[in-house]
């Protein structure tokens, strides 16, 4: 059905209004077409024939103003009766191998009449409520002023503000001004209105809010935090991160790029990635949850040592790398994992986790069989979850370089591929790396790997297998030695770990059984087992990593919990899928429309 008035007409296709019209763009005639899910315009030449075409899914138009506008770097209005423009996202390569930059487009068109430019306005807003359901009205930001270049407020109230001004998203923003404020506020204040929590900083401040609100959403679910065995209920906030810190290993994980006004789009446009997440406990207490690294040996001596050197700012990592590769040293321990399924996926099979991974959408069906269903999405989970553990534990003992677990690929700028090329952000496992010990210029070669495309698991020294769950521990004589070595640590020393114990946790009473009883033989984790490159006597153990920060304990249980947050996110972009993607979606469109014509 269709109808014709001054020019315009008008489609009927099911319950999708399609609305065309001639537009003008800087004096240049275009076929502007509202159909479907685009919205496209063909820029037309003095016979009235197709020269090139501009589509954009309506899900990725961000706003629709009327009158002459622009937002970025500074917001200006000129108010016209026969113009309006149209911001939507704009996609850039970065000039690297990862991800996709995307950009504020904006194009103003201008009507033959204030009535066609109202009919124009009205329509793009009702397809952006119709095709974009799960865009966020109210937004909780926290802004953490002191990570990286301390330039979060700068970042958020210059690039990210005028955007969600622009969506029409009301944020309620806090400026943190001490440590785990932001877990604290997601802990104990309510949360009612809001559609999810942004973090402006770095990976310290995403675990904030991490923390915060799984142990918020177990807590209203009854469920005890500190039970190794109970199946955890997953987030029902998303959570945005905009880059403001020193380290954004998340960010770049999940987006394929470093970039505040990219993740803003992504918020704003409402895209959801899910994202698995380890816990980790020492005997029947909750240590930590950790997405990116659970790293013991030399990533732990790394971050351990570079504590040490916190005026150096980001130097010290590489200055502590350094230290410690020189220092040659290698661990005992025992490492029992339960592998999982390996039909469903290898971390040896060469795949990447892009947007619209398939071994992640098969998982997502996997776990959560009934999803469609709200009220069975935990109890399908629970016995998703349950049915999974069974298996048999494979124990291995020996001496380490490293043991690493990480639920993403763990890339970052200097290593684009990762720790783990092929490891997915939401299939429900994660991948466990042994590296065993070997001479020092092996183990430079396995480090050097990480920043090429070489595979660093081809190395006669090195293990990697897809688990769901890891525990660590001590070889009996290591423990003893373990222990006297770390009796002769100070009162100090104790206290001080005992702290980041109850400052990590996230659950208020964490704080309080830290503070109420004395450590345990494996909480007494020396403070200062580095003893530097000279040193003459190597320490019995290291001390684990769980995303930048070091845990109070030595020998662990670690669990994947599968999805169980998510982040306003679509995982790496691939440009060419992406284009292709793009040229199918069209055909099919012009295909539907062309239909609706005859």
Same mark, same amino acid.
């Given at each position: ?9 008008? $489609? ?78 704009? +996609? ?42 799960? +865009?966020?009205? +109210? ?79 177990? #807590? ?78 030399? @990533? ?16 010290? @990592? ?65 016995? #998703? @979850? ?14 380490? +370089? ?40 092996? $183990? ?17 020294? %090195? ?8 525990? $660590? ?33 996230? #659950? ?32 019995? %153990? ?38 292709? @993607? ?17």
């Amino acid at each position: 059905m269709s109808f014709v008035r001054k020019g315009e007409r008008y $489609f009927r296709m099911e319950s999708d209004l399609t609305l065309e019209s001639s537009l003008w763009v800087e004096n240049k005639r275009y076929r502007a077409v509202l159909t479907g899910w685009h919205f496209r315009w063909t820029e037309l030449d003095k016979k009235n024939r197709d020269k090139r075409t501009i589509s954009v899914p309506v899900s990725e138009v961000v706003g629709v103003e009327e009158g002459r506008v622009e937002i970025l770097p500074q917001k200006s209005v000129e108010d016209t009766d026969k113009d309006f423009t149209v911001f939507y996202v704009k +996609r850039c390569s970065n000039g690297g191998s990862h991800g996709l930059l995307w950009r504020l487009g904006r194009t103003q068109f201008s009507c033959l009449s204030r009535v066609l430019r109202d009919q124009w306005t009205k329509h793009l807003k009702a397809a952006l409520k119709t095709h974009s359901p799960l +865009r966020p009205k +109210r937004l909780l930001v926290f802004i953490n002023p002191f990570g990286g270049k301390k330039k979060g407020r700068e970042i958020y109230h210059s690039l990210v503000s005028p955007l969600f001004e622009l969506a029409g998203i009301s944020s309620h923003v806090i400026v943190t001004e001490r440590a785990n404020q932001a877990r604290d506020h997601l802990l104990k204040k309510d949360l009612t209105g809001f559609n999810g929590v942004v973090c402006v900083g770095g990976d310290g401040m995403f675990s904030e809010i991490l923390h915060g609100l799984i142990g918020r959403t177990q #807590q209203e679910a009854g469920l005890c935090e500190d039970d190794p065995t109970v199946t955890l209920q997953p987030c029902p906030l998303h959570i945005g991160i905009i880059p403001a810190g020193s380290t954004d290993c998340v960010c770049f994980a999940t987006v394929g790029v470093i970039d505040p006004v990219t993740s803003a789009l992504h918020i704003i446009i409402g895209d959801s990635q899910p994202l698995d997440v380890c816990s980790v406990h020492q005997t029947s207490a909750l240590v930590r949850y950790s997405v990116s690294l659970l790293g013991y040996g030399f @990533y732990g001596d790394v971050l351990a040592e570079s504590e040490k050197h916190r005026w150096m700012g980001p130097l010290r @990592y590489d200055y502590s790398g350094t230290v410690v590769y020189l220092s040659n040293r290698s661990y005992a321990g025992v490492v029992q994992y339960l592998p999982a399924d390996p039909v469903l996926s290898s971390p040896r099979d060469r795949t990447r986790c892009l947007a619209g991974c398939s071994v992640c959408s098969r998982s997502t069906e996997r776990l959560f069989p009934n999803s469609s269903d709200s009220g069975s999405l935990y109890s399908s989970y629970h016995s #998703q @979850y349950n049915n999974d553990s069974e298996g048999e534990w494979v124990s291995v003992e020996g001496r380490f +370089r490293c043991v690493s677990l990480t639920c993403m690929s763990s890339s970052n700028p200097r290593s684009p591929l990762g720790l783990s090329p092929s490891a997915h952000l939401a299939d429900g496992t994660g991948d466990l790396i042994l590296v065993w010990d070997t001479h020092p210029l092996g $183990f430079l070669k396995f480090l050097y790997r990480h920043t090429s495309s070489q595979d660093q698991f081809d190395l006669p020294f %090195v293990e990697v297998h897809r688990v769901k769950a890891v525990r $660590f521990s001590l070889p009996p004589d290591k423990e003893e030695d373990s222990f006297a070595e770390r009796e002769g640590q100070s009162n100090d020393e104790e206290r001080g770990y005992t702290d980041t114990a109850s400052r990590n946790g996230s #659950q208020q009473h964490l704080a309080e059984k830290g503070a109420a009883r004395e450590p345990t033989k494996r909480q007494k984790t020396a403070n200062s087992f580095l003893c530097g490159v000279c040193c003459s006597k190597a320490p019995a %153990v290291s001390v684990w990593n769980c995303d930048g920060e070091i845990l109070p304990s030595t020998e662990i249980l670690s669990r994947v919990h599968g999805q169980l947050v998510r982040l306003y996110a679509r995982g790496i972009e691939d440009g060419a899928a992406v284009q292709d @993607y793009r040229e199918e979606s069209d055909k099919r469109e012009r295909s539907c429309y062309g239909t609706s014509l005859n």
